[in-house]
């Protein structure tokens, strides 16, 4: 089991430590080898995705980050900004798709925006294929036309495409509840009327998962209406953008959220969804369980370690049972922590 650590920019070296720290308290023999992404990577050699990096990222199963990006490198010419890092790597790597779960903790239902019966408990994945779509698609751009600006997109799926990313999903949803719901367009786009076919047609290898399809402004209603009606989620670039945010937002708590990329062979990139935090970097106080939780999906989705998985999920819901918060996901009458001991508390809870 290589993995390729990656702490990156602002918190990422603090959130990254104690996930380390709750890996190597497994008992799990793993190679961890550390290198520079984003800023860091600049500052030492001037390109945010440098070689030595590349090469590393390369030979693991597995790459674990935290984040990348502040204010020190917002000035610099694009090509050298540390997000460039990122999108180098998920291109070099082929990442296409993207695993983002949506947990709220019963404990966490008052950080949400909606009310608490709607969503404590909620446990959803959304899987977004990352690489194609209308975000992608050729020809695209502004032009004059008649004497006026027009502009214009093309969307577009090639059938092993949505099969590639629809194969994802099932695996995934085996793994959780066995409901996967396919979300399309199809009422109004032929590119997703060939998205609910395959995905229809993939059904039968998958014979113990129940696939439903719901059209995309629905599938947004559903999700404030009802989420807890959803285990996973599977759709297209735009669609899944969207989708994705609007469900993480769900919860309230983005220093909770990890997400996942993978390629054809599983091989992943696994991150907090937020980002470097620069407001409260340094100091302490940023909520590790995100990165932590991004481990846990990195064992169950690239090392198929279900046990290994759970063995950390468990910790992070002891954890906050016992009522220890970081500041951002803190209310009055918890035990505020900062960053390492809330890493310490997990391992406790282990
Ligand atoms: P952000 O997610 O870094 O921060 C938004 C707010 O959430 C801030 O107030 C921050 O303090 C808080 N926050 C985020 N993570 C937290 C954590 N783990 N614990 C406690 N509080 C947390 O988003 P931003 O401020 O828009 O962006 C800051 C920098 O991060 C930018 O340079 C941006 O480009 C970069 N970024 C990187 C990624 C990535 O690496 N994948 C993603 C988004 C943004």
Sequence with gaps: ??????????????????????????DLKFELEEALLGGAAVDASGDPYP???????????????????????DSLPREQRPERGLLGIRKD?????????????????????LKPEIVAGLDILIVRELTGDIYFGQPRGIENRNGERYGFNTMHYTESEIRRIGRVAFEAARKRNKRLCSVDKMNVL??????????????????????SHMLVDNAAMQLVRAPKQFDVMVTGNMF???????????????????????????????????????????????????????????????????DAASRIEDAVKKVLAQ????????????????????????????
């Design 1 to 26: 089991m290589k993995i390729c650590v990656l702490p990156g920019d602002g918190i990422g070296p603090e959130i990254m430590a104690e996930a380390v720290r709750v890996l190597q308290a497994l």
């Design 93 to 113: 790597l082929g990442l296409f798709a993207n695993l983002r779960p949506a947990i709220l903790y019963p404990e966490l239902a008052n950080a949400s925006t």
């Design 323 to 350: 009522g220890y918060r970081t500041g951002d996901i803190f209310e009055p009458g918890a035990t505020k922590v900062g960053t390492k001991q809330m890493g310490d508390a997990v391992l406790a809870a282990l």
């Design 51 to 73: 070689e030595a990096t590349r090469k590393l990222a390369r030979a693991a199963d597995a790459v674990l980050l935290g984040a990348v990006g502040g204010p020190k490198w």
């Design 240 to 306: 899944g953008d969207i989708l994705s945010d609007e469900a993480s937002m769900l919860t309230g708590s983005i220093g909770m959220l990890p997400s996942a990329s993978l390629d054809a062979n599983n091989k992943g990139l696994y991150e907090p969804s937020h980002g470097s935090a620069p407001d409260i970097a340094g100091k302490g106080v940023a909520n590790p369980l995100a990165t932590i939780l991004s481990a846990a999906m990195m064992l169950r989705y690239t090392f198929n370690r279900e």
């Design 190 to 211: 032929e590119t997703t009327q060939l998205w609910r076919d395959v995905m229809t047609e993939l059904a039968p290898e998958y014979p113990d998962v129940e696939l």
